[in-house]
């Protein structure tokens, strides 16, 4: 013990001399010191060995920076420029001097006041482009990372790691709200257990972030960047990618913005298509929930250390699950008021245009046409309609409400769907979306950058076939406003 408190004080007594001469602003984490410097930040590691990190040996100090300038470039490449060696003594170091390294410090490039996306949402200047970038960085970042070869987070862990986290945020709680939570946590893990199995052996497991809450997440010159991942503990970082966006959905959520959280969720399951996981997503921003919660609640930030609280309970909640599908031509404006009823209601959105072109190997903004492929077909259209459907029934099993976004012009089509929804027993309603002909036309001959390829010959063969709301659809219909 004395030792580790001399290692300490010989590190701080470092630290500060540094602060001194680079003229730094300090901060200070349970596991790190950083210096701001210019333009500059230095994050030096503390000598510590705590149950989830062993940062006690200069070797291993050396192995992390360098695990962590490595890990962080594949979300923040302009962030992290190298690892520094500090030589000299404690009261007088230098920089890559000459000698002997007695320390390593992350060397990263600084970034402006304001930039967090937990500064911008508090400043109600974080908008859909930013949460978008995100989704797209994440995806992107995800689909192109290497399945885990074994479970590094098993259920056993996962089970252990949120109880010991709701053991830890204990003090915010109600006895009886205590009690729900643990009975939640054991009984959800013993049912995902298969699930999280399965998802380890399809390739969902990967090398991810693994901290993804908002004061990690960063508007840079070039771009939306993630920074700072977990780099210590391979339980932690080996996550089902489920995991991993479930901390930033979970954050906005539980900082009053579901609206965001639901429009960034969406966004990444347009592009990974990972539908299937979502009956995992509770458990995750239920964890993740509990971990800021404790976090917070150590810093002495109560209120919104409650917040976290509030959003663990809230995950937890049975949800209401229903069934909305769109009605309408090309142009009308399907998408657009989907993704107003997504975020409205916590709802994830289906997009015919977008899983059509998955289910033929291509991504939502490629050109089927410039492919040689022909994916609008009747048989193509059948099989489209099922996808969408056969999707939906597991969102809502999930207990997730479902907008499907597409046409549904034929009464076969909706009548489908409702079937759907009256076997699951959840509520049902078909968004009716019109516009004059004139604007369908212009909508369409400006349309860019969509995962939609109608044109004006395609508007007017689907005019042709398109069979109204019966008086018995009428009952489910809602006017689009």
């Known amino acids: 013990m004395h030792n580790a408190e001399s290692h300490m004080e010989e590190a701080l007594t470092l630290v500060q001399a540094l602060a001194r001469q680079l003229r730094a602003e300090l901060i200070e984490t349970h596991i790190s010191w950083v210096l701001l410097a210019g333009e500059t930040a230095y994050k030096i590691k503390k000598p510590v060995h705590l149950p989830f990190v062993d940062y006690s040996t200069l070797a291993a100090r050396r192995h992390f920076c360098e695990e962590e300038v490595r890990l962080n470039r ?16 404690c009261l007088s170091p230098t920089l890559d001097g000459p000698g002997a390294p007695i320390e390593y410090a992350v060397r990263m490039r600084r970034f402006p006041h304001g930039s967090l996306f937990s500064e911008r949402l508090e400043r109600q200047t974080l908008g859909h482009t930013e949460l978008d970038a995100l989704a797209a960085l994440l995806a992107q970042f995800h689909l192109g990372s290497s399945p885990a070869a074994e479970a590094f987070a098993t259920a056993k862990h996962r089970r252990a790691v949120a109880l010991a986290a709701l053991d830890g945020a204990a003090p915010l709680f109600l006895p009886s709200a205590l009690e729900s939570l643990h009975t939640w946590i054991e009984t959800s893990a013993a049912a995902l257990t298969p699930r999280w199995d399965q ?30 991942c977990i780099e210590f503990d391979p339980a932690l970082s080996w996550i089902d990618v489920i995991d991993d966006i479930a901390f930033a959905v979970m954050d906005l959520a539980a900082r009053g913005r579901r609206d965001f959280a639901f429009r ?20 995750a921003c239920v ?72 289910l033929f190997g291509l991504g939502a ?27 939906a029934r597991s969102v809502l099993a999930a207990g997730y409400p479902v907008v499907i976004d597409a046409a549904f012009l034929l009464r076969g089509e909706r009548a489908a769907a409702r079937a759907l929804a009256d076997s ?24 860019q950058g969509d995962a939609s390829e109608a044109d004006g010959n395609v508007l007017a063969q689907l005019r042709s076939v398109a069979q109204p709301l019966d008086d018995d659809e009428m009952k489910h219909a809602l006017e689009a406003s």
Request: aromatic share 6%.
């Open 264 to 283: 960034l969720l969406n966004a990444w399951l347009d592009r990974t298509g990972d539908h299937a996981g979502l009956d995992c997503l509770a458990f």
């Open 424 to 447: 699951m027993n959840v509520r049902f309603s078909i968004v009716v979306c019109q516009a004059p002909p004139s604007v369908l036309e212009e909508r369409l001959r400006l349309r």
């Open 365 to 391: 903004l490629d050109d089927s046409h410039a492919k040689g492929l022909d994916i609008y077909s009747a048989q193509a259209t059948a099989r489209t309609y099922a996808h969408l459907l056969a999707t």
């Open 199 to 228: 998802r380890l052996a399809q390739g969902h497991v990967r090398q991810c972030h693994g901290d993804l809450h908002l004061d990690n997440v960063v508007l840079l010159d070039e771009g939306v960047a993630a920074f700072d």
């Open 287 to 358: 964890y993740r929930a509990l971990v800021r919660a404790q976090v917070e609640h150590m810093r002495g930030r109560v209120p919104m250390a409650r917040q976290y609280a509030e959003a663990a309970l809230s995950w937890a909640q049975p949800r209401q699950p229903h069934l909305y599908i769109t009605n309408g031509l090309p142009g009308s404006g399907k998408t657009f008021q989907s993704q107003r009823l997504l975020e409205r209601e916590g709802a994830i959105r289906l997009r015919s245009d977008v899983e059509r072109k998955r």
């Open 74 to 89: 594949r979300l923040a490449p302009s962030l992290y420029l190298g690892v520094t060696r500090i030589t000299g003594t």
